[in-house]
């Protein structure tokens, strides 16, 4: 049904920027809260920055003013500009979102996830 594709990963040097995209698409009556989670190898998956379908935005401590989150509401889209990207970056970014499927008329929510990108920033 609902579909998360994520593209913008890639290979940058350290002090450069990606921007990470991601779209939805499938029986979508409505996206709630959208997402970028990273996910090293043998870690847990943890929060990057989230957004909410008014716009407000929440980013996690080790962004330090580095990330902007935003989405367009129209074309089920979010996007995560990254900029003075670190090596410690390295890893797979995941889109989420919570989608309310056309299906159930608004009376549920769904979690729903991205592949992964990879992100991978040299030194």
């Known amino acids: 049904q609902v579909q998360l594709v994520e593209s913008g990963g890639g290979l940058v040097r350290a002090g450069g920027s990606l921007t990470l995209s991601c779209v939805a698409s499938g029986s979508i009556y409505s996206i709630n809260a959208m997402g970028w989670y990273r996910q090293a190898p043998g870690k847990q998956r943890e929060l990057v920055a989230s957004?909410?379908?008014?716009?407000?935005?929440h980013y996690v401590d080790f962004v330090n003013g580095r990330f902007t989150i935003s989405r367009d509401n129209a074309k089920n889209t979010v996007d995560l500009r990254m900029n003075s990207l670190k090596p410690e970056d390295t890893t797979v970014y995941y889109c989420?979102?919570?989608?309310?499927?056309?299906?159930?008329?608004?009376?549920?929510?769904?979690?729903?996830w991205g592949r992964g990108t990879q992100v991978t920033v040299s030194s």
């Open positions: 989420h979102a919570e989608v309310i499927p056309s299906e159930t008329y608004g009376l549920h929510v769904v979690d729903n």
């Open positions: 957004i909410t379908r008014a716009g407000s935005t």
